[in-house]
């Protein structure tokens, strides 16, 4: 299993990024996908998930109703765009794989996302 996170950056308070992961050496529709984050010191947590099939998304209360997250099975990849973008949510995003047959994990590299102005 390999993740490779692209699309974060600098970003200035009000705006959005769009955050996509690609996978490969795995069957794509039986993983469930998740971003995480962290930030520095604290623990990281979870952002949003996707089911394998795409039906049903799950958001942290913080991020609800600025995020989004979807999936192209296709092109093997998760998104996640982020609006109305705040500094508290400056951390390093990571992408999340689980195998819906296993319960096996897997993690990509991170992207950094900074919100300042």
């Known amino acids: 299993v390999q993740l490779v996170e692209s699309g974060g950056g600098l970003v200035q308070p009000g705006g959005s990024l769009r955050l996509s992961c690609v996978g490969s050496?795995?069957?794509?529709?039986?993983?469930?996908m998740r971003w995480y984050r962290q930030a520095p010191g604290k623990e990281r947590d979870l952002v949003a998930g996707?089911?394998?099939?795409?039906?049903?998304?799950n958001y942290a209360d913080s991020v609800k109703g600025r995020f989004s997250i979807s999936r192209d099975t296709a092109k093997r990849t998760v998104s996640l765009t982020m609006n109305s973008l705040k500094p508290e949510d400056t951390a390093m995003y990571y992408c999340?794989?689980?195998?819906?047959?296993?319960?096996?994990?897997?993690w990509g590299q991170g992207t950094q996302v900074t919100v300042a102005s």
């Open positions: 996707i089911s394998n099939e795409g039906g049903t998304t």
């Open positions: 050496g795995f069957t794509f529709s039986n993983y469930v």
């Open positions: 999340f794989a689980i195998n819906v047959h296993t319960g096996r994990g897997s």
